[in-house]
T-cell receptor
Framework: DTGVSQDPRHKITKRGQNVTFRCDPI?????LYWYRQTLGQGPEFLTY????????KSRLLSDRFSAERPKGSFSTLEIQRTEQGDSAMYLC?????????????FGPGTRLTVL | EDQVTQSPEALRLQEGESSSLNCSYT??????LFWYRQDPGKGPEFLFT???AGEEKEKERLKATLTKKESFLHITAPKPEDSATYLC?????????????FGRGTSLIVHP
């Protein structure tokens, strides 16, 4: 399967714990995005990378969230000291750089539940 | 700031009953408008990219069209398997950003 993969698919944690999610993009894609989606909403942008460089972060992104893409391949998203409001689907998407807007290909998502 | 509004929020159709979903947008310089399909508990699945007013794209029972202010996703003779949430997103050209803005989606249910 050459699509975007995410791990784990589901994560249940207690408030205050740290969690880390992984995303493996399509191999030739140099841009990788993280989104958060709650019920009845569209995906909300969190951050994105071009190769290993983190180019933008949402102004709404708490400093408890951090993301890395150390070798320009897979990426990790860590949430420290989780809160119940962090419960959501976390989506990863990848695309290729281009002058035009290029469609993104999404992974299956990681469903986070904070108790 | 780019904005996307999708309507209706929910749509129920009988199998074979054609209809259209609307995506209204405001953006500074359109780089692209995207349609996605999302099934419950899954990531969005890419359907179409439209770049300029007047452009149209088709795939099976779906046809996407674009004007300077809105896009329509026309569904012809839908089947129950077309039931899903359809998301619209735009990517503007302001500030060199490559961040798409998504609408809240239209939830489509097609009854047999």
């Amino acid at each position: 399967d050459t699509g975007v993969s995410q791990d784990p698919r589901h994560k249940i944690t207690k408030r205050g714990q740290n969690v880390t999610f992984r995303c493996d993009p399509i191999s030739e894609h140099n841009r990788l995005y993280w989104y958060r989606q709650t019920l009845g909403q569209g995906p909300e942008f969190l951050t994105y990378f071009q190769n290993e460089a983190q180019l933008e972060k949402s102004r709404l992104l708490s400093d408890r969230f951090s993301a890395e893409r150390p070798k320009g391949s897979f990426s990790t998203l860590e949430i420290q000291r989780t809160e119940q409001g962090d419960s959501a689907m976390y989506l990863c998407a990848s695309t290729v750089q281009g002058a035009k807007g290029n469609e993104q290909f999404f992974g299956p998502g990681t469903r986070l539940t904070v108790l | 700031e780019d904005q996307v509004t999708q309507s209706p929020e929910a749509l129920r159709l009988q199998e074979g009953e054609s209809s259209s979903l609307n995506c209204s947008y405001t953006v500074s310089g359109l780089r692209g408008l995207f349609w996605y399909r999302q099934d419950p508990g899954k990531g969005p699945e890419f359907l179409f990219t439209l770049y300029s007013a007047g452009e149209e794209k088709e795939k099976e029972r779906l046809k996407a069209t674009l004007t300077k202010k809105e896009s329509f996703l026309h569904i012809t003779a839908p089947k129950p398997e077309d039931s899903a949430t359809y998301l619209c997103a735009v990517q503007g050209a302001s500030g060199g950003s490559y961040i798409p803005t998504f609408g809240r989606g239209t939830s489509l249910i097609v009854h047999p």
